[in-house]
T-cell receptor, first 119, second 113 residues
Framework: GAVVSQHPSRVICKSGTSVKIECRSL??????MFWYRQFPKQSLMLMAT?????????EQGVEKDKFLINHASLTLSTLTVTSAHPEDSSFYIC???????????????FGPGTRLLVL | AQSVAQPEDQVNVAEGNPLTVKCTYS??????LFWYVQYPNRGLQFLLK??????LVKGSYGFEAEFNKSQTSFHLKKPSALVSDSALYFC???????????FGKGTTLSVSS
């Protein structure tokens, strides 16, 4: 089946530093990846849509200069939280869809998530 | 605009009893409907989906869901609940291929032994 990995699974950083989170599709190519944010006991909120080879599309209210997204290949998208602050502490989850080939099923597969804690 | 409603924050059921987790949706076109399950501090696991075809969809771990167009519902069901089914369940929808999913707020399922 389709597997999506995220790294790191957990990160603790000081306020003002930048943190990079990687999202990889391990056994399929994903032209589109999505980044979500989840607060405790709440639903997933879409932050941005990442398209390979082009600029990401951000949802309203999400600062593109703070949450930098790069989708450099068909298997990797990165989210960089720049100048992180305590309010950025959250659970970040990526997902990917294969849009062609044997696994084309219109299903989004989710990574295991990255827990970010900013002190 | 698309939206998903999960009217119950929590569903409690005894092991061995049938369970239902409710979901209603609103989309402008034909819906693509999904159920995911999330265990504590974990990502989402895909359970099942409805794109087209038979209204009754069977998925992983014995779960199934019925698409009801007239009621705009996609309730998740299982004939016999297990304690291990206890988790957070999300219903999600999108109105076209390749777009992001819109999630409901989630329903916590608690199965007691």
């Amino acid at each position: 089946g389709a597997v999506v990995s995220q790294h790191p699974s957990r990160v603790i950083c000081k306020s003002g530093t930048s943190v990079k989170i990687e999202c990889r599709s391990l056994d399929f190519q994903a032209t589109t990846m999505f980044w979500y944010r989840q607060f405790p006991k709440q639903s997933l909120m879409l932050m941005a849509t990442s398209n390979e080879g082009s600029k990401a599309t951000y949802e309203q209210g999400v600062e593109k200069d703070k949450f930098l997204i790069n989708h450099a290949s068909l298997t990797l998208s990165t989210l960089t939280v720049t100048s992180a602050h305590p309010e950025d502490s959250s659970f970040y989850i990526c997902s990917a869809s294969q849009t062609s080939g044997i696994l084309f099923q219109e299903t989004q597969y989710f990574g295991p998530g990255t827990r970010l804690l900013v002190l | 605009a698309q939206s998903v409603a999960q009217p119950e924050d929590q569903v409690n059921v005894a092991e061995g009893n049938p369970l239902t987790v409710k979901c209603t949706y609103s989309v402008s076109g034909n819906p693509y409907l999904f159920w995911y399950v999330q265990y504590p501090n974990r990502g989402l696991q895909f359970l099942l989906k409805y794109i087209t075809g038979d209204n009754l969809v069977k998925g992983s771990y014995g779960f199934e869901a019925e698409f009801n167009k007239s009621q705009t519902s996609f309730h998740l069901k299982k004939p016999s609940a297990l304690v291990s089914d206890s988790a957070l369940y999300f219903c999600a929808v999108r109105d076209q291929a390749g777009t992001a999913l819109i999630f409901g707020k989630g329903t916590t399922l608690s199965v007691s032994s």
